[in-house]
């Protein structure tokens, strides 16, 4: 038996659509990992190792992303486990400190997802869902649509032919979950939609339509797990909530050998961590008040009812009809609105429920908030294929107290004592538009480039895409600096003489910058031959390229 396990803070970004931010991971996980520093009450410098999870992204991108909270020269762990991405990268972390290895960890997760349904990325290899793919294509063909909902749907037919499920009892989950995620300030969606609309949204397979299936997400989010011994030194008993038990399950050979799509999609792998979890805490499903679970679709949520052992396998429907989980029923399942309104950002999603849950057990969910809750349940699951299942409950009882303070994280998705890291901080005033008679200095051939750029700007409103602000010192044949903003990021844009707080300060001689500039040099390559030293956001100096002009020197 390892050492007790407790979250002592949590942080999330607002999820939203891709695209509709201007942002990127780094500032995903900055703003989630300081929200959770700052709801632990302590200093990133206490933190001892990191784990993170993403899926879609370049090696090492969690240490981009750590480096925007401190670079302390901790251990650091990348973890990709499909959608239950996040609860893998907290599942480990809990092992870290079950295990003796460290007092306090944090854990990270993010996603910066392209819009539409999740697709294949890499074409020359073998696809890691080859086994689950071939194991719906022998039992029920394969279709035109997208792979996801294809197969929770297909397992969502064989659900209402093996046992009598409707349609109907399918939408009215996702009635449940988008009614919840009205009162959670950080979905994604919050739109409340009738029964009827649910189910003549655009058909997507099956049993399945638009309103029924979860869309993809930008977001983050983090928690900061705990040794008992760091909790009492620090006085944080007030606030930590334990995870009693935690378990992991992967595809079992009924997955595959059965042909059955609702094995295959998870159904056994989630039931094995479930009853592992209830084995290890002593605990059973009529012990939990609030349960936020993997709903990517709503076919999903019901499979997973009987998965859980909220009810016999096929009465996951009469379930649903019967209100037993929402607010006035034996549990309230996905208060937070769940992955169908608040989102899918698969890196965070995990962590995004430990905070939901964590935020319920403390009476900190305000409208949203489950009645005497004492005990809650997790689950996420990652086709390919992992399930996560965790209790969670309050660690000291007799500490904790009715949360007071202006600032509450649960339904404050902006803290107003840390605006400048806060996703939802209010927009810079715009900077004022440049005007001709703007003058660059006549000894620099770069000026003859910085002119046409604001020109650019003023013409070309798609180059602000690029956001950012660029701080350029340019030093001359003299061995002086000059210093030019590019502005891509406030108002219409702007190009101007001086210094300003930005994302990326690029340094480099006249000479350089010209050939750069002009195309004459690959950006990149000037930075791997030491032409330019960049300082600040990597990912903004990675589009410099889109800055190139062809001026006349």
Not at 272 to 289: I, L, W
Not at 374 to 400: D, R, S, T
């Amino acid at each position: 038996m390892g050492r007790k396990v407790y979250v002592i803070g949590v942080g999330m970004t607002k999820f939203e659509k891709p695209g509709k931010k201007k942002w990127d991971y780094p500032q995903m996980g900055k703003e989630a990992g300081d929200k959770a520093l700052l709801d632990a009450g302590i200093d990133y410098k206490e933190v001892q190792q990191a784990v993170i999870g993403y899926v879609y992204g370049d090696s090492t991108s969690g240490q981009r992303a750590l480096y925007e909270i401190g670079i302390t020269g901790i251990p650091v762990v990348n973890v990709n486990n499909n959608c239950s991405t996040g609860s893998t990268a907290l599942y480990s972390a809990k092992q870290l400190i079950e295990g003796g290895i460290a007092d306090c960890v944090l854990a990270l997760g993010f996603e910066k997802m392209e819009a539409g349904s999740l697709g294949i990325k890499f074409q020359d290899r073998s696809n890691p869902l080859e086994l689950h793919m071939k194991t719906m294509n022998e039992a029920r063909g394969f279709d035109k649509a997208p792979f996801a909902p294809q197969m929770f749907g297909n397992a969502g037919k064989e659900h209402m032919e093996k046992y009598g499920t409707t349609q109907e009892q399918f939408a009215k989950i996702a009635y449940k979950n988008h009614k919840h995620s009205v009162n959670n300030p950080y979905s994604q969606f919050r739109d409340e939609y009738s029964l009827e609309t649910i189910l003549k949204s655009p058909p997507v397979f099956g049993p399945l339509t638009k309103l029924q299936c979860c869309p993809t997400s930008d977001g983050a989010a983090a928690a900061v797990v705990a040794s008992e011994d760091f909790v009492i030194r620090h006085n944080l008993q007030g606030k930590a909530v334990e995870i009693v038990a935690m378990a992991m399950a992967t595809d079992l050979p009924s997955s595959f050998a059965e042909k059955s799509c609702i094995k295959m999609v998870g159904f056994d792998m989630s039931k094995k961590a479930a009853d592992e979890v209830y084995k290890k805490s002593g605990f059973s499903p009529k012990d939990v008040q609030v349960i936020e679970l993997h709903d990517c679709f709503s076919c999903n949520e019901l499979i997973t009812y009987e998965a859980l052992g909220l009810c016999p396998v096929g009465d996951g429907g009469k379930l649903i009809d019967k209100g037993e989980v929402t607010y006035g029923g034996k549990w309230v399942v996905n208060p937070s609105g769940g992955l169908i309104s608040k989102g899918h950002p698969l890196g965070a999603t995990g962590l995004a429920q430990c905070a939901e849950l964590y935020w319920q057990l403390r009476g900190m969910a305000g409208n949203r908030q489950v009645k005497n809750c004492n005990l809650a349940l997790q689950h996420n699951i990652g086709l390919g294929g992992a399930a996560i299942v965790a209790i969670y409950k309050l660690g000291w009882p007799e500490f904790a107290k009715p949360f007071v303070g202006d600032y509450n994280p649960a339904i404050h998705p902006e803290d107003p004592r840390k605006a400048s890291s806060s996703s939802e901080s209010a927009p810079k005033p715009a900077a004022p538009s440049q005007k001709a008679e703007i003058k660059f200095p006549a000894n620099l051939k770069s000026s003859a480039i910085f002119e046409q750029l604001s020109k650019r700007i003023a013409s070309e409103p798609a180059l602000l895409k690029v956001g950012g602000v660029f701080q350029f010192n340019i030093k001359d044949s003299t061995g002086s600096i000059h210093k030019i903003v590019v502005d891509l990021k406030n108002g219409n844009g702007a190009v101007k003489l001086g210094e300003e707080k930005a994302d990326c300060t690029i340094t480099l001689t006249d000479d350089d910058f010209v050939k750069v500039f002009t195309g004459g040099v690959n950006p990149q390559t000037a930075f791997v031959k030491g032409l330019l030293k960049i300082q600040g956001n990597m990912s903004y100096a990675t589009k410099l390229s889109q800055l190139i002009v062809k001026p006349k020197l």
